[in-house]
């Protein structure tokens, strides 16, 4: 799987997808996580608040890991001086 998250909400819708397609209901991931059910809910729908921590702790769960990239176009807007 490899999929862009823009924003909490995408990266939420993100997260979701991984669980389901592995099987998993919110509380088993939590479980893995070491998180509550009820956090990973509100990862799921875009919790603007969610720490780092967290994200990465529910991604190491799904066996997911995280990639830092540029933005597309970011280049060209740079030389601009956007």
Same mark, same amino acid.
């Given at each position: 799987?490899?999929?862009? %998250? !823009?924003?909490?909400?995408? #990266?939420?819708? #993100? /997260?979701? @997808? %991984? @669980? =389901?397609?592995?099987? #998993?209901?919110?509380?088993?991931?939590? $479980? +893995?996580?070491?998180? +509550?059910?009820?956090? /990973?809910?509100?990862?799921? $729908? &875009?919790?603007?608040?969610? !720490?780092? =921590?967290? /994200?990465?702790?529910?991604?190491? %769960?799904? $066996? #997911?890991?995280?990639?830092? %990239?540029? !933005?597309? &176009?970011?280049? !060209?807007?740079?030389?601009?001086?956007?």
């Amino acid at each position: 799987m490899s999929d862009l %998250a !823009r924003d909490s909400k995408q #990266l939420g819708n #993100l /997260i979701r @997808r %991984a @669980r =389901k397609q592995q099987g #998993l209901s919110q509380g088993t991931l939590g $479980n +893995r996580a070491a998180l +509550r059910q009820e956090t /990973i809910s509100l990862l799921e $729908n &875009g919790s603007p608040g969610t !720490r780092l =921590k967290t /994200i990465l702790a529910v991604m190491a %769960a799904l $066996n #997911l890991e995280l990639h830092v %990239a540029p !933005r597309s &176009g970011a280049e !060209r807007s740079h030389r601009r001086g956007f």
